[in-house]
């Protein structure tokens, strides 16, 4: 049965490599996009894409009413993202959100209602499948290395800091790790910042540099040695296979997951 799918954010890097994804997958149809620019055109009626007959919508309630696809497929902003996703549960449309930025109380409400209205739905920081396993041997790593810092690198058109996934590596390590206060009891910051963030005594740092697509390593030092674990997304196509993924278990299940980790085994 094919699935009937609605991105938003079509024009976005991210978004565009969606709209590739989705028309070139057999078993998926592109039945609609939300695009706050081009309300009642035609996706053929913008550049790049004059093969396409897909209406867009810059409300995504109208959308979601019109067109009645199965899930949505964000990639916007924060705020956008979870205006949408709330809106898709309540029509019964089953999010897909790689938008990042959603705050713990922003999941636990989300998750609330799509346990509510019995929908699959997908939360995912990081789509590429390389990074989950580096989230994993990181969480693995650090029960036998609890010295751990995160250095995360973006683009600079990135909005949120530090990134979802820095933030997701850090909470799984937390699962492994006891709260620990790191560098020197009495180490002082000359300039505010240097440190970077305090994820319960663990050190997040975030680079911004254009050029940079997704790139995170997490540093881990013990007694005379250092371990490193490294990703790098190249470019956005790194993400669409675990984009594919999470539709495809979103039709499955009934409740919201937060990281793509959850559905790879
Ligand atoms: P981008 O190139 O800036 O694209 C964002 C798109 O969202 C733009 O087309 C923008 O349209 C649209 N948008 C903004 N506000 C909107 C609104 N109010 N209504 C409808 N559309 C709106 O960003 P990107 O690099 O594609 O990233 C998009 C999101 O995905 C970000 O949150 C980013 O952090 C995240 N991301 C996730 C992963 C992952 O694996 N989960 C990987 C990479 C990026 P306008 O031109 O009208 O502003």
Do not use: W
């Not at 039945?31 to 897909?54: A, E, F, S, T, W």
């Not at 922003?106 to 390389?130: H, R, T, W, Y």
């Not at 029960?143 to 995360?152: H, L, N, Q, S």
């Amino acid at each position: 049965m094919m699935t009937r799918i609605v991105i938003a954010g079509p024009r976005g890097n991210m978004g565009r490599e969606a709209v590739t994804m989705v028309t070139e997958t057999e078993e998926f149809e592109l039945v609609g996009v939300i695009d706050r620019k081009h309300d009642g055109m035609n996706m053929n009626d913008v550049d790049g894409y004059p093969q396409l007959d897909v209406p867009i919508f810059s409300d995504a309630e109208e959308c979601f009413q019109k067109v009645e696809p199965d899930v949505l497929i964000d990639l916007t902003n924060p705020q956008t993202g979870k205006v949408h996703m709330k809106q898709a549960l309540l029509n019964g449309v089953r999010p897909v959100i790689g938008t990042t930025g959603f705050t713990d109380d922003d999941v636990e409400e989300l998750s609330k209602l799509a346990e509510e209205k019995e929908l699959g739905a997908i939360i995912a920081p990081n789509f590429a499948i390389g990074a989950i396993l580096m989230m994993k041997f990181s969480q693995m790593a650090a029960k036998y290395m609890p010295d751990v810092e995160i250095i995360e690198q973006h683009h600079d058109k990135k909005l949120d800091a530090p990134s979802g996934t820095a933030v997701k590596t850090a909470q799984l390590i937390s699962e492994v790790r006891e709260s620990k206060e790191q560098g020197h009891p009495e180490e002082e910051e000359t300039l505010r910042g240097a440190r970077g963030a305090d994820f319960e005594g663990m050190r997040i740092h975030s680079v911004r540099l254009p050029g940079l697509v997704a790139h995170q390593e997490v540093i881990f030092g013990g007694e005379g040695q250092a371990l490193k674990i490294r990703h790098d997304s190249m470019n956005r196509r790194s993400f669409m296979p675990g984009v594919k993924l999470a539709c495809e278990a979103a039709m499955k299940m009934n409740v919201l997951v937060y990281g793509l980790e959850h559905i790879i085994e």
